[in-house]
Structure formats: structure tokens, C-alpha cells
T-cell receptor
């Protein structure tokens, strides 16, 4: 069965510092990877997906099949980036999303 | 267009009580799902539905029942609540399994 691992429960960085939220997965096929974000008092929402290869709010993520990783990166953290971030995987075929346990990002002014 | 709505926002139950968490969407989405969110455990899938009349179990289905009689509604039933079911419950919908999921605001349930 597929699994998503986010090794950090909490990540604290200073404003303006680079951010990397780690996500590793276990799945033998070709997965689809996502990052979802939950800001304080807001709904969980999609941040980005690997197939779109776009940058959202300055965040990027590259799927590395060799390392089975999909780390989320931003060169300069902003206070408004403070939120809970979830990495999610969808296996091939009609299967539901599997989420990691999440990483809480705290950006300190 | 309200998106995904959930009621109630908060609920306190006693052990053994039953209740139904409501979820509705007005986007004509075929796929709907229920997750529970617990500290340190992330989001875990309880049940999901790929269309009216079709439901399937997720990772943690025990203690929960669902039905999908219409495209719009996907209620989650707790037949006999237990303290282990204290959690925040999220409903989500999407046009299909391969699309972005849209989440509701959540229901915070406490079982004493």
C-alpha cells in the first residue's frame, strides 16, 4: 500500500529565510503528488500538484522518482506562509488520496 | 454557490450516543469523501463515494456508516459514539478521483 511520510511535525523559520518542507512516499508505480495547505481558520485547499509544474505563492515542488520525494520549497518565507501543510499521493487508477501527517510551518518575524 | 457545507460546526456527544454529520455540495461533483483529522495523525480517509449509490471504505471505516442517495449529500453516521472518535471531521468533493478536492469547513466532535 502507498504511504506518505512528512518527517517534520513542526518547522520554524525566520521571515526571509528559505523553506523546505519534506515529503517522501512509498509506491512502486507512477504516483500523482500534491501539496495541500490549511491556513488558520480556513479550509484545507490545494496548493500545487506535480503535474502542473507551476509555482504557487512562490512555492515549488519537484517530483524526484529516484529519491521518491516531493519536497516543497520557497526561497524566502513570509509570515503569511504560516500554516499546516499536507503532502498527498494518488496511486494509479481510480484510487483516493492518501495524506501524510502534515507539517506545521511557523514563520517568525 | 456555497461549495462544500458541513453541519454542525461543533458537537459534543456522550459515549454510546448516535448522530449524523451532514455534508452537502452544490457543484454537482461525483466524488465525495470523509476524513478525520487528529493531532500527529494527519488526515485519514474514513469512507468515500464515486457517485450516487456507490460507497467504499477508506483507511479507518470502523464505527462509521455512510450512504449516498443523492449526488449532493454524503452524511456520515456514528451509530454508537466512542471517545476515540473525538476528532475534526472534514468532508471533501471533486468532479472525480483525478481532480482537485474541495474541502468543507469541518465539524469538531467531542465524545465524552
Amino acid at each position: 500500500a502507498q504511504r506518505v511520510t512528512q518527517p517534520e511535525k513542526l518547522l520554524s523559520v525566520f521571515k526571509g529565510a528559505p523553506v523546505e518542507l519534506k515529503c517522501n512516499y512509498s509506491y512502486s508505480g507512477s504516483p500523482e503528488l500534491f501539496w495541500y495547505v490549511q491556513y488558520s481558520r480556513q479550509r484545507l485547499q490545494l496548493l500545487l500538484r506535480h503535474i502542473s509544474r507551476e509555482s504557487i505563492k512562490g512555492f515549488t515542488a519537484d517530483l524526484n522518482k529516484g529519491e521518491t520525494s516531493f519536497h516543497l520549497k520557497k526561497p524566502f518565507a513570509q509570515e503569511e506562509d504560516s500554516a499546516m501543510y499536507y503532502c498527498a499521493l494518488r496511486a494509479e487508477g481510480n484510487t483516493p488520496l492518501v495524506f501524510g501527517k502534515g507539517t506545521r510551518l511557523s514563520v517568525i518575524a | 454557490n456555497a461549495g462544500v457545507t458541513q453541519t454542525p460546526k461543533f458537537q459534543v456527544l456522550k459515549t454510546g450516543q448516535s448522530m449524523t454529520l451532514q455534508c452537502a455540495q452544490d457543484m454537482n461533483h461525483e466524488y465525495m469523501s470523509w476524513y478525520r483529522q487528529d493531532p500527529g495523525m494527519g488526515l485519514r480517509l474514513i469512507h468515500y463515494s464515486v457517485g450516487a449509490g456507490i460507497t467504499d471504505q477508506g483507511e479507518v471505516p470502523n464505527g462509521y456508516n455512510v450512504s449516498r442517495s443523492t449526488t449532493e449529500d454524503f452524511p456520515l453516521r456514528l451509530l454508537s459514539a466512542a471517545p476515540s472518535q473525538t476528532s475534526v471531521y472534514f468532508c471533501a468533493s471533486s468532479p472525480g478521483l483525478l481532480y482537485e478536492q474541495y474541502f468543507g469547513p469541518g465539524t469538531r466532535l467531542t465524545v465524552t
